[in-house]
């Protein structure tokens, strides 16, 4: 069973329903007219209905603030800079924003009880989606390619980058239920799902998951006993080995031996024999970088929120954001405090694990860094959902109970002390 109790949370069943917005938009809300209003007005009804029926309220103020805080930046910036008004209904702009949800995942994450329940609740969002990404991964094994609309226009293409993070999340949390419950046979779907996504995924979801193992081997059990550091070494010489000429001519002879067509695996094995540049590979984001680098030099202090985005617009890339969390910070909050912002994360985040009060909240968390890694090389923090997640399970763990009676509780304590 994966709720026990005979009455399911309202604070379960809105997790639930919020993780699953990718299915239900692609298969209800976008045939109904004005379907987006209505995916997020639901959410907004559970979030409301989950905080009332806790009956603390004031527990949870820190949402509204965090919300009035938003709504204040956005009505200031664009009402003092109308030329960030045309990102309100470009394509990645603050109306897709809205409807893509991903700063609603702070107030979903804060509605929860416990870490345990949480994973629980979203598992059943893994199985799910497992199950819906296994039937889109028909759509290339039959025709070998995806079918993708970009800004309008239909491209037929070898890999499917939502697709891919789709499925990183997935076994993602299969992954932690299998470590946390030490369930051998989950591995099997974690294998099967990266399998897919050498094929058909991604070239940043592998980066995503390396660094994913990479904390759960340092952080998750923090005793570095032998059987650690002769796994990070074998993770080492494994790594020297693919990206040497020998690893990459393995690894192109095996695949072109069994049949593979991975764009990920070509592009790969071209970098690493020097056919190709990372300026050839990068799909415009080197342009980005370079870009932008030079606009944070130009300007230190800042341009202000989403104020570099049309310049990257400018030179064709219609995404407009940085494909890379710290260039976006540095360049919208400016090189002091835009670092201060950075530093002020990690610290948090090492505090986070420091701090831990059990595995599961840990795994939690290393799911969620997991997946927000794909900020490193694509997506914008004010529309990913990762950062948010993170924010608020950093609040559970240190503000959970914000009550005036607890606060009376701990100065009491604290007197006794």
């Not at 094994?141 to 789709?166: C, P, Q």
């Not at 070494?233 to 049949?259: D, H, M, R, W, Y």
Request: aromatic fraction near 14%.
């Amino acid at each position: 069973m994966i709720f026990n109790n005979k009455k399911i949370p309202f604070e379960s069943i809105t997790l639930v329903y919020y993780f699953l917005i990718p299915l239900l938009k692609s298969l209800i809300f976008s045939r109904i007219p004005h379907g987006g209003y209505i995916l997020i007005g639901l959410l907004g009804v559970l979030i409301i209905i989950t905080i009332i029926d806790k009956k603390t309220i004031g527990r949870y103020l820190d949402i509204i603030v965090v919300y009035s805080i938003i709504i204040v930046l956005f009505a200031v910036r664009l009402l003092s800079e109308p030329s960030v008004r045309v990102w309100i209904s470009r394509d990645y702009g603050i109306k897709y924003m809205f409807f893509v949800g991903g700063i609603f995942a702070y107030a979903v994450i804060r509605i929860q009880n416990s870490p345990e329940q949480m994973l629980k609740s979203l598992t059943v969002v893994a199985i799910v989606l497992g199950l819906y990404y296994s039937v889109q991964v028909l759509e290339p094994l039959r025709n070998g390619y995806w079918t993708i609309e970009r800004f309008g226009a239909v491209v037929h293409d070898k890999s499917n980058m939502s697709w891919s993070y789709g499925v990183l999340f997935v076994i993602s949390i299969l992954l932690a239920n299998a470590i946390l419950y030490k369930k051998l046979i989950l591995y099997f779907p974690v294998g099967v799902g990266l399998i897919g996504i050498l094929l058909y995924g991604s070239r940043g979801t592998i980066v995503c998951f390396a660094i994913g193992i990479l904390l759960l081997i340092c952080v998750y059990n923090r005793k570095m006993d032998y059987k650690k550091i002769l796994l990070l070494l074998t993770i080492g010489v494994f790594a020297l080995f693919l990206f040497s000429e020998c690893g990459a001519t393995s690894i192109n002879n095996f695949t072109k031996s069994i049949g593979w067509d991975s764009r990920l695996v070509d592009t790969y094995v071209k970098m690493v024999l020097g056919n190709r540049s990372l300026e050839s590979e990068s799909s415009g984001r080197d342009r980005i970088w370079k870009l932008v680098i030079r606009m944070i030099k130009e300007k230190p202090y800042g341009y202000g929120l989403m104020g570099h985005r049309t310049a990257i617009y400018n030179i064709g890339i219609k995404w407009g954001y940085s494909h890379d969390f710290f260039l976006d910070i540095l360049a919208e909050y400016g090189v002091i405090d835009g670092g201060l912002i950075i530093l002020c994360l990690a610290v948090g985040f090492i505090r986070y694990f420091i701090k831990r009060r059990n595995n599961t909240e840990v795994l939690i968390m290393i799911v969620f860094i997991m997946v927000s890694c794909e900020m490193l090389l694509s997506a914008y923090y004010w529309i990913h959902y990762g950062l948010w997640a993170m924010f608020a399970l950093y609040m559970n763990r240190f503000q959970s109970n914000w009550s005036k009676v607890t606060i009376s509780m701990r100065i009491k304590n604290m007197l006794k002390e």
